[in-house]
């Protein structure tokens, strides 16, 4: 598949993830970490690898809810712990605004 084929995709499944956010935290959460990560970095990530990026390269105030998120996908969690309805707002915008930044 061309590169500029499946940034197109992926960047197009980032609008889904964020509506996901409320019905799988963990996957919405993961899966926008790993969109990002490939936009910034070219690598295929997995959910768990992106997770980790994330909390090296995502503002400071959304590194809870990341870290939260490997936590249940590692499984040293069942649930998060951080799972709030308005952290998973601003973390769907603010991943977004750093997805769709990414637009060429």
Not at 17 to 42: D, I, K, Q, W
Not at 50 to 74: F, K, M, R, T
């Amino acid at each position: 598949m061309p590169e500029e084929d499946f940034r197109s995709s992926i960047m197009s499944d980032s609008n889904y993830c964020v509506n996901a956010l409320h019905s799988n935290p963990v996957y919405g959460v993961l899966t926008l970490s790993r969109v990002l990560s490939y936009l910034e970095t070219g690598e295929i990530l997995s959910k768990r690898e992106a997770g980790l990026w994330a909390l090296q390269n995502i503002p400071a105030e959304l590194h809870a809810i990341v870290n939260s998120a490997v936590e249940v996908y590692e499984g040293s969690r069942t649930e998060m712990a951080v799972l709030n309805e308005e952290d998973l707002v601003q973390y769907g915008k603010r991943l977004s605004e750093m997805i769709d930044s990414h637009r060429r």
